[in-house]
């Protein structure tokens, strides 16, 4: 008999799953609790997607301060009231160079007419800059170089 710390239930030993490393040779959670457990991972399939979407997100913001430190890309006044303190809105997050310079009150503005445009969004954004053609087909900034060595 074991005691499960999960459920707080004592069990027979054939109800926890071996695990070799444990000095009694069963895992410490019964095989229910952690075949629960198991299921509610999975349900996160969705965290881990907006943690992909937000990577990609990070990446060209780190990129596009790269470019600006470099002076690869001059800071511009906010497009809309000519404010010197403009932030970058990256129109598509493919493009380092495709960007909106933006004051802090017009910048919140955008995102919230964005995220209410997008509920009835359904084409993709790569699509959809391909055919406008604000960048190459072939174009892909994730591309790692490769060094010559």
Same mark, same amino acid.
């Given at each position: 008999m074991k005691k499960c710390p999960k459920c707080k239930q004592k069990k027979d030993l054939s109800l926890f799953h071996i695990?070799?490393?444990r000095s009694d040779g069963r895992s410490g959670w019964c095989a229910e609790c952690k075949n629960e457990k198991m299921?509610?991972?999975r349900?996160? *399939?969705s965290e881990r997607e907006s943690y992909?979407?937000?990577r990609k997100k990070k990446i060209m913001r780190s990129m596009t301060g790269r470019l600006i430190r470099a002076g690869k890309i001059k800071k511009k006044p906010c497009s809309v009231c000519s404010n010197e303190n403009a932030?970058?809105?990256h129109i598509s997050y493919l493009n380092p160079y495709d960007i909106d310079w933006?004051?802090?009150v017009h910048?919140? *503005?955008k995102h919230t007419d964005d995220k209410s445009r997008m509920s009835?969004?359904?084409t993709s954004n790569m699509q959809k800059n391909r055919e406008t053609g604000r960048y190459p087909s072939g174009y892909n900034v994730y591309k790692k170089k490769r060094r010559l060595s």
């Open positions: 695990a070799r490393d299921r509610n991972s349900t996160r *399939e992909r979407r937000d932030e970058s809105h933006l004051c802090s910048h919140a *503005e009835g969004c359904s």
